[in-house]
C-alpha cells in the first residue's frame, strides 16, 4: 500500500523524527519499504484569491487573472478556462521552483505575466485521476485558506509516497490509523483511536446477513466534501477522486482498511442482502460486464453493486443528502473468484479478498462517526469484543527463547505493545480489538519481539559462567553434570524457518505464527538440533573445528527438550554420556525417515520415544556432527521429579588412546571388563583395529575423571 509519509507522521505525532529513522522503524516492525518516492520538486508556491478574469484583448486564448496574496497583488495570465473570480489558487509567484525551473515575470500578449497558476498535474498527480473539471486546467477551490500559510504544509504537499509491503495476516495494517498507531508505539509515542459514537438517529434501512459475508452500515442525511487535504491523500493512493460521497468511501478504505459502498436511500426497495449472481450489467464507467456466478450486494429486485469491488454505473450517487453507507466483510474467495469474472483489481477489491475482522468494521463506523455530522446509529452492527487472555510473563518468555531479558527493555517493550492497544494486567495480555491474528502465547512473544529485537538478544554460544546449583532442580543439576563433562551451553531462538523445520524427529505439530517479522523466524522449531546445527557451522567458519554444544529449551508442543552436539564425541561416547547422566534403561533402536539409517537410532524407554541420537539425513545438510536429543518432559516424569545425580567433580574429562594385542581367540572382554573398575571410569569405546604381523591390535579411547589421573597413569603405563 502506499502511504503519505507526511500523514503517517502527524497521526502518530512524529513530525520531529527524521524519514529515513521512520523507514527503518517500518522495517523493524516487520513491514517492509519497497519504495520511496518525493511527490513533487516544488518550492515558493503561493495561495492566491481570485479577484477579476477577462480576457487578454490581444489574445485569443489567454485569460488575465487579477489575484490577491498575502504580499500584493499580481496578474497571473492562463489558457485555463476554469478560473474565475472569487476562487482559491495557488501560484508559482517570480522566485518559487519547480524542479530546475525558477519562475519569473515574463511579458505575455503585451500584458506581463507575474508567474504560473498551480495544476495537480504539476504537484506530481496523476492526470487520470483527477476530476474531469479539472483535467488540463488549474487547481480552484472554494476551501477559504490563510494567504499568509505555506502550501507545502496545508495541503501536505511536501511529502514522501511510502510503498509499504504488509503481512498477509496484517490486513488491519493497511490503513492510515493502525500504521500510524504501529509507528507510534515503536516510538513510544501516546497514540489513541478516534472515539465510537453510537448515539443518532435510527435508520429504518435493513441489513441481512448470511454465509456470504457480514453486512452492516449506516445512514447519512448530509455528507459535506471532503477537505482538500483528504482528496489529495486519496490522489496520492493512486485512487479517483470525484468530489461526491463516493470520496468519502475511499477514505474510509485507506483510513480504516474496512472497504465501503455508498448508495442513494432513494434507490434501495428492501432489506439489503448478499446473493451470487448470473447477469449482465454496466458498472462505473459504462462498461458493461457479463458474470456467471459473482458475489453482489441486492435489495429485493436488483443488484446494487458486485460486493467489495464496484457499483452499478445507473445507480452511482449523484447527490451527497439521504446515502446508505455498506461496510461488510464478505466470503473471500468469493470475492476474488468475483474479480476474476468481472477482470477488476482495485485497492477495495483486493482488501476484500483477504481476511477481514469485525475490527476492521468497527474502525470503517468510527472513521464515519468522526465525518458525517448527521448520521444514524449502526445498522446491523453490535460490536462485541471478545477479549482473549493470553498469559505472558517475563519468566516463561525467558523460558520460552532460552535467554535472560534486560529488565529496562522488557518493561519499554510492555508499554510499546500497550500503546499499540494492547491491555495488559495480571501478567496477561489482552489483544487489541482489530487483531484477529493474535491468539496464542507464540504469537505474542513474535508481537513482543517486534520492539525488544532479536539483535538485542545474544545468540549461539555464551561466555560460561559457574552454575548456581539448587539440588532439588533437575534442571541446574543436568546442566551442571553437563558442563563437567566439556560441554558448553548455547542459546539460540525458539523460532526457525519452514524449510529448517521440515526436520521433525519428534513428529510434533508444526505452529507456525500468524504475525512474524522475516520468513526465517515463523515457526516454533521442531528439534533443538536445527538450532544446534546452526550454532556449530557459525563457529566452524570462524576456523573453531573442535566444538561440544548443548541447550536446554523448549519446541513445539511446548516440550522441553536437551540437545547434545559434537565434532570431539562420537556415537558411542554420547551413548555412554547419555546411560551415565541418566540411569534409565534405554532401548536404541533402528532410526527412520528423518534420521541417517546407518548412523542413527532412536532412544525409547519401554514403548515411548524419548529421543533420539546420531546424525540428521543427509537430505536436511546439518553440521558435519553427532547429535543426541532427549524429551525431557517425558524424562522428568518418568523419573517423578526425584532424579538423583552422582556427584560430579567440575574438572573437564581426560581422555587418552591405549593400543593392546590380542592373542589368537582371545576377546576384548577381559579388558574392557579391567577398565570399567578403575576408579573415577567415564566410557570406552573402540578407536581403531589393525592385524600388523599376524596380530590383532585394538586402539581404545578412554574417558575418565581427572581427579584419577595418578590411578589412571598407572594403568595405563602397563600398555605403553
Same mark, same amino acid.
Given at each position: ?81 476554469? &478560473? #474565475?473570480?472569487?476562487?482559491? !489558487? ?6 518559487? %521552483? @519547480? =524542479?530546475?525551473?525558477? /519562475? ?117 442525511? &448530509? #455528507?459535506?466534501?471532503?477537505? !482538500? ?6 490522489? %496520492? @493512493? =493512486?485512487?479517483?477522486? /470525484? ?132 448520521? @444514524?446509529?449502526?445498522?446491523? /452492527? ?339
Amino acid at each position: 500500500m502506499i502511504f503519505s509519509l507526511t500523514r503517517l507522521k502527524k497521526l502518530a505525532n512524529l513530525q520531529t523524527i527524521a524519514d529515513e529513522k521512520i523507514f527503518q522503524a517500518i522495517n523493524d516492525l516487520g513491514f517492509e519499504v519497497e519504495s520511496t518516492k518525493k511527490l513533487n520538486q516544488v518550492s515558493g508556491i503561493k495561495f492566491g484569491k481570485v479577484l477579476q478574469v477577462y480576457p487578454n484583448p490581444d489574445a485569443d486564448n489567454l485569460q488575465v487573472c487579477k489575484i490577491i496574496f498575502n504580499d500584493k497583488e499580481r496578474i497571473i495570465q492562463t489558457r485555463a478556462k476554469n &478560473v #474565475v473570480a472569487g476562487k482559491y !489558487i495557488m501560484a508559482f509567484v517570480p522566485g518559487s %521552483k @519547480s =524542479g530546475d525551473i525558477t /519562475f519569473a515575470a515574463k511579458k505575455m500578449q503585451n500584458i506581463v505575466s507575474e508567474g504560473m497558476l498551480v495544476s495537480l498535474n504539476e504537484l506530481g498527480f496523476d492526470e487520470n485521476l483527477i476530476p474531469h473539471e479539472l483535467q488540463g486546467g488549474i487547481f480552484v477551490f472554494d476551501e477559504e485558506v490563510d494567504l499568509n500559510s505555506d502550501p507545502l504544509d496545508i495541503f501536505e504537499l511536501d511529502d514522501y509516497l511510502v510503498d509499504i509491503k504488509i503481512l498477509t495476516n496484517r490486513s488491519d495494517a493497511n490503513s492510515y490509523l493502525i500504521m500510524a498507531n504501529e509507528l507510534a508505539a515503536y516510538f513510544g509515542q501516546k497514540y489513541s483511536l478516534p472515539d465510537f459514537k453510537t448515539s443518532g438517529f435510527i435508520s429504518d434501512v435493513k441489513f441481512l446477513d448470511n454465509n456470504y459475508g457480514k453486512l452492516s452500515g449506516v445512514e447519512a442525511k &448530509v #455528507v459535506d466534501n471532503l477537505k !482538500i487535504n483528504d482528496l489529495l491523500l486519496i490522489l %496520492k @493512493s =493512486g485512487i479517483k477522486i /470525484f468530489y461526491s460521497p463516493v470520496d468519502l468511501t475511499n477514505f474510509v478504505l485507506l483510513y480504516s482498511g474496512q472497504p465501503c459502498h455508498v448508495y442513494n436511500k432513494s434507490d434501495i426497495q428492501g432489506m439489503l442482502k448478499l446473493e451470487l449472481v448470473n447477469q449482465k450489467a454496466n458498472i462505473f464507467g459504462n462498461k458493461a460486464v457479463d458474470v456467471i456466478s459473482a458475489l453482489a450486494v441486492r435489495d429485493d429486485h436488483k443488484t446494487l453493486s458486485f460486493a467489495g469491488i464496484i457499483g452499478i454505473e445507473e445507480l452511482k450517487v449523484t447527490t451527497n443528502k439521504d446515502l446508505v453507507f455498506e461496510i461488510a466483510n464478505f466470503d473471500s474467495s468469493l470475492i476474488r473468484q468475483s474479480m476474476k469474472e468481472l477482470k477488476i483489481q482495485n485497492q477495495s477489491a483486493n482488501q476484500s479478498s483477504k481476511n477481514l475482522s469485525q475490527g476492521s468494521q468497527l474502525l470503517a463506523h468510527i472513521v464515519l462517526n468522526n465525518y458525517i455530522k448527521e448520521i @444514524s446509529q449502526p445498522i446491523n /452492527f453490535e460490536y462485541l469484543h471478545q477479549e482473549k487472555l493470553i498469559n505472558f510473563s517475563k519468566t516463561k518468555l525467558e523460558e520460552f527463547i532460552g535467554h535472560k531479558l534486560d529488565e529496562k527493555r522488557y518493561q519499554q517493550s510492555i508499554t510499546n505493545m500497550q500503546i499499540l492497544g494492547f491491555v495488559y494486567k495480571n501478567e496477561a495480555f489482552i489483544p487489541p480489538f482489530y487483531r484477529y491474528d493474535v491468539n496464542i502465547f507464540e504469537d505474542l512473544v513474535e508481537e513482543f519481539m517486534r520492539f525488544y529485537g532479536y539483535n538485542n538478544i545474544t545468540s549461539y554460544l555464551q561466555a560460561q559462567k559457574p552454575f548456581i546449583v539448587n539440588k532439588n532442580d533437575f534442571i541446574s543439576q543436568l546442566k551442571s553434570q553437563i558442563v563437567a563433562l566439556g560441554f558448553a551451553e548455547i542459546n539460540t531462538f525458539t523460532l526457525t524457518d519452514k524449510n529448517s523445520n521440515e526436520f521433525n524427529p519428534f513428529d510434533l505439530q508444526t505452529t507456525q505464527l500468524a504475525t512474524f517479522l522475516s520468513q526465517d523466524l515463523i515457526q516454533i522449531r521442531h528439534s533443538l538440533a536445527i538450532s544446534a546445527s546452526a550454532a556449530l557451522i557459525y563457529n566452524q567458519k570462524r576456523k573453531i573445528s573442535s566444538l561440544s554444544f548443548f541447550e536446554i529449551a523448549m519446541i513445539s508442543e511446548e516440550q522441553q527438550s536437551l540437545v547434545l552436539a559434537s565434532t570431539e564425541f562420537d556415537f558411542f561416547d554420547i551413548k555412554n554420556i547419555l546411560l551415565n547422566i541418566f540411569n534409565l534403561e534405554f532401548k536404541f533402536l533402528r532410526a527412520q525417515k528423518y534420521l541417517h539409517p546407518g548412523k542413527s537410532a532412536l532412544i525409547y524407554i519401554d514403548k515411548q520415544l524419548v529421543g533420539w541420537i546420531g546424525q540428521p539425513h543427509p537430505q536436511f545438510k546439518f553440521a558435519e556432527a553427532t547429535y543426541c536429543e532427549i524429551n525431557l518432559t517425558i524424562i522428568e516424569k518418568l523419573l517423578n521429579y526425584s532424579f538423583k545425580f552422582n556427584n560430579y567433580n567440575n574438572q573437564s574429562l581426560v581422555i587418552r588412546d591405549v593400543t593392546i594385542s590380542l592373542q589368537e581367540k582371545q576377546s576384548i572382554e577381559y579388558f574392557v571388563e579391567e577398565v570399567k573398575k578403575i576408579p573415577g571410569f567415564f566410557a570406552i569405546n573402540i578407536k581403531d583395529s589393525a592385524i600388523i604381523n599376524s596380530q590383532q591390535k585394538v586402539t581404545f579411547k578412554i574417558t575418565f575423571e581427572s581427579t584419577f589421573l595418578e590411578v589412571w597413569n598407572n594403568f595405563l603405563q602397563k600398555f605403553n
